[in-house]
């Protein structure tokens, strides 16, 4: 490992760390009290995004499968770049909104039990991609950055090697992040 890869593999680690911060510093934090018009747009884009950034993985996929590595290129860029515009979102968004109960119908921030009855063990598939979505968002973040470092130096069974954990885990927190998007969505209380 030389001096350059010291460097962005500190890096990494300091944005993985500084992202999850973020993201904890959220939930602990009350939401302002007067909230942007346009906020509410933003979960709807976010899971656009979401959708977007899982069509492109499975693009990236198919040119590197048929040895096209300037469209494979590319096409992780593009991911990459969503993907970070996605987090911006996600973060602007919840800093403004806390989290939306799943099954609460009448948007109060309580479930009754006619609404727990009304979703029944849908809420536990629910809760269950959820909570692989977030474990995962966690994980999959410094296995992205790495992937990207080792693919843009050239050094390609590293780059093999990390991506063989890395997209899988990617494609699913893309994927899993729209499953979530559309089961939430009747929820939003806006």
């Excluded at 884009?45 to 950034?53: F, K, P, Q, R, W």
């Excluded at 993907?83 to 973060?91: C, D, E, G, M, R």
Aim: proline fraction near 4%; aromatic fraction near 14%; glycine fraction near 4%.
């Amino acid at each position: 490992m030389n001096l350059n890869d010291k460097f962005f593999s500190k890096l990494i680690w300091i944005v993985t760390a500084v992202v999850l911060l973020v993201v904890i510093i959220l939930k602990l934090v009350p939401p302002p009290q007067d909230k942007p018009a346009y906020i509410y747009l933003l979960p709807h884009i976010i899971g656009g995004i979401n959708a977007t950034c899982s069509v492109l993985l499975v693009l990236s996929l198919i040119f590197i499968k048929n040895k096209n590595i300037q469209a494979h290129k590319v096409t992780n860029v593009i991911t990459f770049m969503l993907s970070a515009v996605f987090l911006i979102f996600y973060i602007w968004f919840h800093l403004y909104e806390k989290d939306t109960k799943f099954g609460d119908a009448d948007h109060n921030g309580v479930l009754s039990a006619a609404e727990l009855a009304a979703v029944g063990a849908i809420r536990y598939v629910y809760f269950f991609i959820l909570i692989t979505h977030i474990l995962l968002a966690m994980i999959v973040l410094p296995l992205i950055l790495i992937s990207f470092l080792r693919g843009f130096n050239m050094q390609v069974e590293k780059h093999k090697k990390i991506v063989r954990w890395a997209y899988p885990v990617w494609l699913y927190v893309a994927v899993s992040g729209v499953i979530v998007y559309l089961m939430i969505s009747p929820y939003y209380n806006f």
